[in-house]
Nanobody, 122 residues
């Protein structure tokens, strides 16, 4: 089992930035690719970004490229998501995810955090 706890969400004005963190416990963090997903009210959970075990490869959904940056610190068992140039449409609950490989399909993710709310005001 891997336990994931997100933090760093909050209320921010459009154009602002936030850095989300997800700290893992349980099994060896470095064995897992990590990802971020988000779910807005009334919408399905969607892939945002992911990073391989070593951090050498990252993947983003196209609308987030250039605005969001995923990174990880294996010594701290933590993955980060830096959100820049936030827009009201980015308002959602952001979830941390762990899997043995990069996975963009929510149904295929075995481990989830509980999420952290990001609200962007216009």
């Amino acid at each position: 089992q891997v336990q994931l706890v997100e933090s760093g969400g909050g209320l921010v004005q459009a154009g602002g930035s936030l850095r989300l963190s997800c700290t893992a416990s349980g099994r060896t963090f470095g064995n897992y690719a990590m990802g971020w997903f988000r779910q807005a009210p009334g919408k399905e959970r969607e892939f945002v970004a992911a990073i391989t075990q070593s951090g050498g490869f990252t993947q983003y959904v196209d609308p987030m490229k250039g605005r969001f940056t995923i990174s990880r610190d294996n010594a701290k068992n933590t993955v980060y998501l830096l959100l820049n140039s936030l827009e009201p449409e980015d308002t959602a609950v952001y979830y941390c995810a762990a899997a043995v490989r990069i996975t963009t399909t929510p149904k295929a993710i075995p481990y989830w955090g509980r999420g952290t709310q990001v609200t962007v005001s216009s």
